[in-house]
């Protein structure tokens, strides 16, 4: 499995010839980001936002993906996917959290989560391998808040995300780490993962970079 993040809660997850896009979003008028666009088979948008539900950026030749919007289990092509609801923000959108079994490994993509996990929440989760959580502050987490629910959910590794968002909290990404403990983690250009490679590690912080 391979892993590329595109800056916000943008990522791109690719085993074999499957691709899934996760939160695509569209282009900033400021250039601040710049729209990534590729072929997924499967899209998944946590929010109904421009920032989080771009599908078309998830079209490209012939492959048009199999869209995920919401709360409710999915299974596509022997991925497993569960939608969980993730609350309702101050701006009054509702998030989705997705778990996704893929090759063994159980990933939890929060989006734009900005709210606290339930018990509940937790179980409907279960064990996490790999946590993708937002970090920036503002609309999303704050970075101590960020990694007290990632604490609380026990993830064998924690990937920050929408870290460079300039409307939330300065320097989000280095309080989330002096947090974490981990203030000179390395910055990985991509992630390159099997299912071995995590199974002695707990808690274990990286940093992708926004390759956008």
């Not at 943008?10 to 400021?30: C, R, S, W």
């Amino acid at each position: 499995m391979v892993i590329t993040y595109f800056g916000k809660s943008f990522l791109k997850i690719v085993l074999g010839d499957l691709v899934i896009a996760a939160n695509p979003y569209e282009e900033h008028k400021d250039k601040e980001h710049k729209a990534t666009k590729f072929g997924a088979d499967i899209a998944l948008s946590s929010l109904a936002s421009p920032d989080f539900n771009a599908i078309e950026n998830a079209s490209f030749a012939d492959k048009t993906p199999f869209v995920a919007r919401g709360p409710g289990e999915y299974e596509i092509g022997g991925v497993y996917i569960k939608g969980i609801h993730g609350g309702e923000r101050a701006d009054k959108l509702i998030n989705t959290t997705y778990a996704v079994l893929l090759d063994g490994i159980r990933l939890a993509i929060f989006g734009g989560f900005n709210g606290k996990v339930s018990a509940e929440m937790k179980e409907e989760l279960g064990e996490i391998d790999v946590l993708f959580i937002p970090v920036g502050g503002g609309s999303v987490l704050s970075p101590k808040d960020a990694y007290g629910t990632a604490t609380f959910l026990e993830p064998k590794i924690i990937i920050p995300t929408q870290y460079e968002i300039h409307s939330g909290e300065k320097d989000a990404l280095q309080v989330f780490l002096k947090e974490a403990g981990a203030p000179s983690a390395d910055i990985l250009p991509k992630l390159t993962i099997k299912k071995k490679d995590i199974e002695e590690k707990e808690g274990e912080v990286l940093v992708l970079a926004d390759v956008s």
